[in-house]
């Protein structure tokens, strides 16, 4: 994707500490010589040293450069756990528990990030979403303003003139099961501004249902309906609308049929999905069927940057997501 090229220069522009707390695992290693090598960001590998070590000479990867942290071991564990302890207590957390799950390298990672050691996290080549989510979600918690956390896919069509010429972002694909009208509008409004900020496009944000513009009537709709309208009336100047039906949103015949009136209808390079059953299943309609490219989950609404990676991700996923991370961070 170009768009990963040009994300990879940004990154070399201003270094950044990015967290890997997957550090002894084979795809990780590769990847962290790769970044410490093209400059990227400087790495830290979390996890058991020994195994690190022992892993990386069985590889033929070069640590030089590349920093490890033992939670284990760490002069740092203490420090976390007491302010993990502090974040987490009023939900019943104990000084017990909390030194047992900062020792978890996701959880030792995510305090990195909170307390400033380093400023993001990259993690999902073992472990589950749900797993970074709630590390995540637990520690550095969402950003000033911003109600939920969400994400979305960078989305490269071949041989596509839909959005950008094929280039889409896809909201929300990968956390929120099944958001309400404000968490939809919220969603939408992270979206178009990572759109603008980030991929430095022009958002126009489709909030797409199995309705057009009325067309059908249904509890679904007006969930979407009520949340284009709190999109809209909270961020007047942004181009979003809906209700669309995904044709409606991205070709031009039929949106002049179905909603001739609508700046955003035909023209759509934002797709927001109505809950994650929808988003997930159609990122990965498109990827497979369409062959396209498609780059994510990328997480906003963290007041810090950590990033998703699929369990099947390759070594040159993990480099793009950890150079994404850090042009997040750079942002930040
Ligand atoms: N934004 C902001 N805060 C949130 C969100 C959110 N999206 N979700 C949960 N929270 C809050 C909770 O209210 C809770 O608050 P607290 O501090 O008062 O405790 C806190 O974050 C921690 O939440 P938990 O209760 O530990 O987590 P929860 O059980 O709510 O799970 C999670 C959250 C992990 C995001 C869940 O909704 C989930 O599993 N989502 C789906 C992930 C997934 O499987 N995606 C599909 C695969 S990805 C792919 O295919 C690319």
Known sequence: MEFMNKVREMAKEDIRRIVLPEGDEERTLKASEIIKKQGLAHVILVGPE????????????????????????????????NAFYELRKKKGMTEEKALQTIKDPMYYGAMMVKCGDADGMVSGAVHPTGDLLRAGLQTVKTAPG????????????????????GFLLFSDCAVNPNPTAEQLASIAISTAENAKNLCKI??????????????????????????????????????????????????????????????????????????????????????????AEAVGPV??????????????????????????????????
Do not use: W
């Open 202 to 291: 022009e958002p126009r944000v489709a909030m797409l249902s199995f309705s057009t513009m009325g067309s059908a009537s249904h509890e679904l709709v007006d969930k979407v309906k009520e949340a284009t309208r709190i999109a809209k009336e909270q961020r007047p100047d942004l181009m979003i609308d809906g209700e669309l039906q995904l044709d409606a949103a991205i070709v031009d015949k039929v949106a002049s049929l179905k909603a001739p009136n609508s700046k955003v209808a035909g023209k759509a390079n934002v797709l927001i999905f109505p809950d994650l059953q929808a988003g997930n299943i159609g990122y990965k309609l498109v990827q497979r069927f369409a062959k």
């Open 299 to 332: 997480c906003q609404g963290f007041a810090k940057p950590i990033n998703d990676l699929s369990r099947g991700c390759s070594v040159e996923d993990i480099v793009n997501v950890v150079a994404l991370t850090a042009v997040q961070a750079q942002n930040n």
């Open 50 to 81: 020994s195994a690190i070590k022992e892993n990386a000479k069985n590889l033929s990867v070069n640590l030089e450069g590349i920093e490890i942290v033992d939670p284990e071991t760490s002069e740092k564990t203490q420090e976390y756990s």
């Open 146 to 165: 911003i109600s939920v956390v969400s994400s979305f896919f960078l989305m490269q069509v071949p041989d596509c003139t839909y959005g950008e010429d």
